[in-house]
Structure formats: C-alpha cells, structure tokens
C-alpha cells in the first residue's frame, strides 16, 4: 500500500505556478494575435511560420518545424494553409528529393512590411512598464525555461 503525501496548496498556489502563468498569457495573447493578423488571411497557426521564413527564406520543411519549434504533423498543416493562401511555394530539393524547399511568393514576402510593425507595436504595449534590461531578462529566463524542458 502506497502513502499519500498530503499536499498543502497554500504553500504553492497555482497563481504562483509559473506553468500557468505561462499557459494563461498564451492563452490570453492566441486571439489578440489571431485578431491583428487575420486581415491579411494569416492564422495564429501560420503566423510564426512567416516570421521564420522572413528571416531565412527558402529553407526545407524539417529546417522551418524546428525553428518554430513543432511537429511535423503541424507544420505540414500550415504549410498547406500557406499555400492555399498563396503566401508560399514547394518544391522538392534539388540536392535531396526526399527534403521539400519551402518559398515565400510576393504575396507573402510583402506581408512583412504591414504585419511585422503591427505586432511590433502589440510586443511593446506588453512590454509597457518593463525596462530594456528587464525585457531582455524576461527573454532569457524564458530561454532557461524552454531548455528546462528538455524539448528541443
């Protein structure tokens, strides 16, 4: 027979855990994205997608998953999204046929200029009342957290 270990929340209540923390401000920012973003036929889903491809285009598939950290089934599923709304292009690696290149096409390279300041704008409002210093602190012990998980 196992013991139970009798656990006292008041030493450890959940608005001090900081997964929820962390679980709540995603929640809370999913549709604040969703809603400066959907204009231009861009879901939260596809959104950090573009922002990889903006800073690295033309890279193959496996590349693009790990940048924005997630699966293969997921980005499979917004690069189809993409496509379909023409902010991209596929095609098959000439060195590896086995990789598929993925390109932004005009429409989606042009989607930088009016989205990347819109959520610039969003990101400093968040940031309203932190300093620089503590902003990049955020950033880092964010950095620690996510290695923390021991996911790549």
Known sequence: MSKTRKIDHTQYPIKDSIGHLISVINRQLQPML????????????????????WEEDGICQVDLAKRVATSAPSTVAAIGKMKKAGLVTVRK???????IVVSLTQKGRGLEEILLPRLADYNRALMRGLTK???????EMLRVIQANTGVD
């Open 34 to 53: 969703e809603m400066k973003v959907r204009d231009q036929g861009v879901t939260y889903g596809t959104w950090f997608f573009l922002r990889a491809l």
């Open 93 to 99: 690696d000439p060195q590896d046929a086995r990789k």
């Open 133 to 139: 210093a503590q902003v990049e602190q955020l950033r």
